[in-house]
T-cell receptor, first 113, second 111 residues
Framework: DMKVTQMPRYLIKRMGENVLLECGQDMSHETMYWYRQDPGLGLQLIYISYDVDSNSEGDIPKGYRVSRKKREHFSLILDSAKTNQTSVYFC????????????FGPGTRLTVL | GEKVEQHESTLSVREGDSAVINCTYTDTASSYFPWYKQEAGKSLHFVIDIRSNVDRKQSQRLIVLLDKKAKRFSLHITATQPEDSAIYFCAASMSNNRIFFGDGTQLVVKP
């Protein structure tokens, strides 16, 4: 069953707290992504991971870091969250990093107060 | 890098009519053009794609056209139904590079 999961689905944090968003996939995909989606701004790529411990910055990496220690798992970490990081975060995976369909997770709605 | 633009931010059609969403891209090396659909409050899912070796692809009521000379591609939805209402994202990528998304087009199908 081809699936991307995200935990948690909803999260409320206070400014300055640390945030951990987790993503898993069961397709053995090499490539995984973290995006954020704000109203009217489409999808913004935060980080891309080409495989275990092989990560690259996307368009808006500032304030975020990632970890990928297993192929099926990709984490997004916000150290000392800021109110402008309130957003919906999507994880996705694909067989390779260009020219292949991306499978998206259900999203995490993060609110930073 | 590549820049993908969606020309219509919103599009309203009557049920049964056709809808056309247009996108342009900047990098002539782009060769893969997928489309994604996002229903209200949900995640994105893939609907159809086209590669640069063809200029037309159809899947049921969805048709994608690619004009490489004009660096333009479009999604045609025929015989629209209320469940076609969603945000549609176009995207472009090269075979050895990441994908770039447009900002999305909100399609409303009115009964």
């Amino acid at each position: 069953d081809m699936k991307v999961t995200q935990m948690p689905r909803y999260l409320i944090k206070r400014m300055g707290e640390n945030v951990l968003l987790e993503c898993g996939q069961d397709m053995s995909h090499e490539t995984m992504y973290w995006y954020r989606q704000d109203p009217g701004l489409g999808l913004q790529l935060i980080y891309i991971s080409y495989d275990v411990d092989s990560n690259s910055e996307g368009d808006i990496p500032k304030g975020y870091r990632v970890s990928r220690k297993k192929r099926e798992h990709f984490s997004l970490i916000l150290d000392s969250a800021k109110t402008n990081q309130t957003s919906v975060y999507f994880c996705a995976s694909s067989r390779d990093w260009g020219g292949y369909e991306q499978y998206f997770g259900p999203g995490t709605r993060l609110t930073v107060l | 890098g590549e820049k993908v633009e969606q020309h219509e931010s919103t599009l309203s059609v009557r049920e049964g009519d056709s809808a056309v969403i247009n996108c342009t891209y900047t990098d002539t090396a782009s060769s893969y053009f997928p489309w994604y659909k996002q229903e209200a409050g949900k995640s994105l899912h893939f609907v159809i794609d086209i590669r640069s070796n063809v200029d037309r692809k159809q899947s049921q009521r969805l048709i994608v056209l690619l004009d490489k000379k004009a660096k333009r591609f479009s999604l045609h939805i025929t015989a629209t139904q209320p469940e076609d209402s969603a945000i549609y994202f176009c995207a472009a990528s090269m075979s050895n590079n990441r994908i770039f998304f447009g900002d999305g087009t909100q399609l409303v199908v009115k009964p």
